[in-house]
């Protein structure tokens, strides 16, 4: 697994990392001897980072983390975790009060003194432009609560006001080969700032795998059925936008192109390979329900360098099929 160094964190972290959303809620049922094993497997393969939330389960997702870090304390291993949509989606919400309750719940559910990195949850725009969120933040790194702090964002502008702050270390947006709109501006900026980018969603919910057709269910408590159209968060966040039966022939067109490629990789390996190759990209967190998964996502992290073609290909499908869908909304 190659390693690259997480922005002004300074920490080395792997290329491939894991997403742990779906080992709190919302992508149907994950037994925490599940989750457990999703972890077990990934470092075992070379993942050294991982991201999590103080939502994903109300905590869940931080709990077992906070067993699993517990047990190989010298791996190390690197968590992100994020705050903040606990409380009304207000300006008025992310004050210094807050922050400390947040993160005293989140170094308790993770057992850990310090945070490694805690990052803003996709908050408003107008707290991603206030100078006195900031103030806050740097509050927290030198009381020693936490030892980073960056923002996790939906749309470019706010990728870019949260670069241009000098405290922040990482920014975390959605980047996959659905959503190439970070590529013009974001990674450029981020990359001459120092600022790492953690990229998520790098499969579009499960499209580029490949694995789905038109007629293809979800569980009635996975986001793929209930916010299709945003009724729970931001519809960016499901499908990165896409309409399913469109990102379905998308994704058609996408195995396609990856079944060209030497050394058999699948189609969800090419897609993350192709993320975490982008210059200026730190990490990329696909998710895993299932051991098999995490080994094969992780596996990844060691793929030889995609090329040109394999590229013009991806950006082809973007324009040909799902630009007019998401490029101009984040």
């Not at 792997?14 to 992508?27: E, F, I, M, N």
């Not at 393969?45 to 389960?57: E, I, L, N, Q």
Request: hydrophobic letters at 40%.
């Amino acid at each position: 697994m190659q390693q690259r160094v997480l922005g002004r964190t300074g920490r080395m972290v792997s290329v491939v990392g894991l997403g742990t959303w779906q080992l709190g809620a919302d992508w149907g049922d994950v037994s925490e001897e599940d989750a457990r094993a999703v972890l077990e497997t990934s470092l075992e393969h070379g993942v050294t980072f991982y991201d999590t939330a103080d939502v994903y389960g109300d905590g869940r997702s931080e709990q077992i983390i906070g067993g699993f870090l517990a047990d190989h304390a010298d791996a190390g291993i690197t968590v992100a975790t994020k705050m903040g949509r606990r409380a009304d989606q207000v300006p008025q919400s992310y004050v210094l009060d807050n922050f400390r309750q947040w993160t005293d719940r989140s170094r308790k559910n993770l057992g850990v003194e310090r945070l490694d990195l805690v990052q803003l949850h996709c908050p408003p725009s107008a707290v991603v432009t206030d100078d006195e969120v900031y103030d806050a933040l740097d509050t927290l790194v030198a009381d020693g609560v936490t030892a980073a702090y960056g923002v996790s964002v939906e749309t470019v502008d706010q990728a870019l006001a949260a670069i241009a702050r000098p405290g922040v270390a990482s920014v975390q947006v959605i980047l996959n080969a659905f959503r190439h709109k970070p590529l013009e501006q974001v990674l450029p900026a981020a990359s001459a700032a120092g600022v790492g980018i953690i990229a998520r969603v790098p499969l579009a919910s499960g499209l580029l795998s490949g694995r789905y057709t038109a007629e293809t269910t979800f569980a009635d408590d996975d986001h793929r059925t209930f916010n299709r159209s945003g009724d729970a968060f931001d519809v960016g966040e499901t499908f990165s936008g896409v309409p399913f039966e469109t990102g379905v022939e998308a994704a058609q067109r996408f195995t396609a192109l990856a079944a060209d490629l030497p050394g058999d990789l699948t189609p969800a390996q090419a897609a993350l390979a192709w993320v975490w190759q982008r210059p200026g990209v730190s990490t990329v967190i696909p998710g895993a329900r299932n051991p098999e998964q995490a080994r094969l996502n992780a596996a990844a992290g060691d793929a030889d360098v995609l090329g040109p073609l394999f590229a013009a290909g991806v950006k082809e499908i973007y324009d040909d099929a799902i630009r007019e869908h998401v490029h101009d909304r984040w």
